[in-house]
């Protein structure tokens, strides 16, 4: 049995709700009983906050999306970096061989892990709505990150593998990589990250070919 989808579940609520309190607003007498002010307080109440709340909940579901993190123009760039034919290039060789989920790779790679991480992700995100409508979007290769990237995103998949824990430079340098004290992305080990800047030189796969 298939089950309706969140998206679903929550326009067919916001039908009910919206048929709810157009009755009420066409027909107001009915709120004179106590089941209809009952009705007048479900459907003016208890429906919106719901239908908020599904609305929010799917959307930040939605907004894990990779296709959604590239719908953007400024990051089409990036979004080119995932086929880049060089196993030199981290995010391509992750997105490529499915090291991360390729449905949702850059919320993978780019949201912490934290309790909290996911809304700070989001509220990150806010602000480059502001930037984009109401600021000057800064060019693909100007972009920089808010912070230095935490070797914690690296680590909360590779830390425990077997390729990573049976190298013995890894080894060497465990207590640098999980202080943070050595990069993993720019101490000269990983440091081909998505690299716009350089795009145009490099080479590309085409998956199925």
């Known amino acids: 049995m298939n089950l309706p989808s969140p998206e679903t579940l929550l326009y067919a609520l916001l039908v009910i709700?919206?048929?709810?309190?157009?009755?009420?607003?066409?027909?107001?007498?009915?709120?004179?009983?106590?089941?209809?002010?009952?009705?007048?307080?479900?459907?003016?109440?208890?429906?919106?906050?719901?239908?908020?709340?599904?609305?929010?909940?799917?959307?930040?579901?939605?907004?894990?999306?990779?296709?959604?993190?590239?719908?953007?123009?400024?990051?089409?760039?990036?979004?080119?970096?995932?086929?880049?034919?060089?196993p030199s290039y981290i995010p391509a060789a992750h997105f490529q061989n499915h090291r991360v989920p390729p449905d949702e790779a850059c919320y993978t790679c780019h949201t912490d892990y934290g309790l909290y991480g996911g809304v700070r992700a989001k509220l990150g995100g806010l602000r480059h709505i502001y930037i984009q409508y109401f600021g000057t979007p800064p060019?693909?290769?100007?972009?920089?990150?808010?912070?230095?990237?935490?070797?914690?995103?690296?680590?909360?998949?590779?830390?425990?593998?077997?390729?990573?824990?049976?190298?013995?430079?890894?080894?060497?340098?465990?207590?640098?990589?999980?202080?943070?004290?050595?990069?993993?992305i720019s101490s000269g080990c990983h440091d081909s990250v998505h690299n716009v800047k350089d795009q145009s030189k490099a080479k590309f796969w085409t998956p199925g070919q």
Do not use: W
């Not at 929010?56 to 086929?83: D, V």
């Not at 077997?162 to 013995?168: G, K, L, P």
């Open 17 to 86: 709700t919206a048929i709810l309190i157009a009755i009420i607003v066409v027909r107001p007498s009915i709120t004179v009983s106590a089941t209809g002010k009952m009705l007048a307080f479900v459907s003016f109440c208890v429906l919106p906050v719901l239908c908020g709340s599904m609305a929010a909940s799917t959307h930040i579901e939605r907004s894990k999306q990779t296709k959604f993190c590239l719908s953007c123009h400024i990051m089409e760039p990036y979004g080119k970096s995932l086929y880049v034919d060089d």
């Open 139 to 184: 060019r693909p290769e100007d972009i920089q990150l808010y912070k230095p990237y935490n070797n914690r995103e690296c680590l909360h998949c590779h830390a425990g593998a077997r390729s990573f824990e049976t190298n013995a430079v890894h080894t060497a340098i465990r207590d640098q990589l999980t202080s943070n004290e050595m990069s993993c």
